[in-house]
């Protein structure tokens, strides 16, 4: 009888062990198959130039200068924003191929991985070698996947992502957007000239005074928002044209920035570009800038913004007299009533009363 049972306990370990070795045989598998790089071994630092061509945002070329990065597009060149180019040679060395989606030269124009449709990226080292050199095509079924396809190579693949948008870039999305950056701290005197007038000045302790056009100790919050804005001003786009047609030859207000040791940054404010956007431009350059207009808020607010708000003084003054008229009328009645009751009705008051009512 134990021999049976030592039968049977052996048969059902025997088939448990043969259930996890079917569950866990796939895991294991599917572990050790990760996804392969679309460019196997890209090396980031060694990028040099990147060119880009699109049918919507049309070529650009990316360079790297000891200085920093540049773009070029015809014969015009701007200092370039490192943030989106560091993301596409980022994404470059970390594209994983999901599946081979084609093989078939007729299916290049419905993916858009061909020269008319697709966005072309060819990326050189300094000596002009490839490191790689592909199209990006559109997304996948799923919307989170990207075709892309070798320039020398038959097969499209399927790659992991929403790659488009890393290289598919209008030229001002490649420019360096940026007009002041330093260091706050290094503010010692702030000031706004033209149509509206602000001068306010570093003090002891480091304490913010208001000199002009009044004189008196502001707001901290104001102060430290609009040297801050300024500290760290980006422009939201860039245009291009004569001073005159932006009201820059002759600017509507001039702000005035001194640093320590005398150093001094400038900014002139133009029109108006619409409700929302003005154009700006320092002195010493000739990209136009366009600004947004909360940020011109905050770099010159009105006067009043800056002052300190008395607690004592009540603002709600007037708007509170009817309702102290109101109480008035409420406590007179209420006097009225009190004198009544303290003064009955007279007999002769009582008769005509019961008279009234017979009739």
Known sequence: MNFKKTIIFAAV??????????????????????????????????????????????????????????????????????????????????????TIASKNPKKYKEL????????????????????????????????????????????????????????????????????????????????????????????EKDTWEVVAPEKFSPKKETVEDCLKTVSSLNAADFVEGPLKDFQLDQPAQEILVTMKGGATRTLLIGKEKNAFQRFVKTPDADTIYVLENYNLEKLAPPLDKFKQVDPGKDKKQDPGQPVMQQETKIDKQGAAKDQNATNPPSKAQSKKKKSRKNR
């Open 112 to 203: 858009e991985v061909d020269q008319d449709k697709g966005v072309e990226v060819r990326i050189e080292d300094g000596a002009k070698k490839t490191l790689a050199h592909f199209y990006v095509g559109k997304s996948g079924p799923d919307l989170f996947s990207t075709y892309l396809r070798m320039a020398d190579a038959e097969q499209v693949v399927l790659a992991s992502g929403m790659l488009k948008m890393a290289f598919d870039r209008e030229l001002k999305d490649w420019r360096n957007k940026t007009i002041f950056a330093f260091n706050q701290q290094d503010i010692t005197d702030y000031q706004v000239k033209g149509d509206k007038e602000l001068h306010l000045q570093k003090g």
């Open 13 to 98: 370990l025997c088939f448990l062990l043969l259930i996890s070795y079917l569950i866990e045989s796939p895991l294991k598998n599917s572990k050790k198959q990760e996804q392969p790089l679309f460019i196997s071994g890209f090396d980031k630092a060694a990028a040099a130039v990147i060119a880009i061509k699109s049918k919507d945002k049309g070529e650009v070329q990316l360079q790297k200068k000891p200085e920093g990065w540049i773009v070029v597009t015809g014969q015009k060149t701007y200092q370039a924003d490192k943030a989106p180019i560091n993301n596409l040679l980022d994404t470059v060395g970390k594209i994983k191929i999901e």
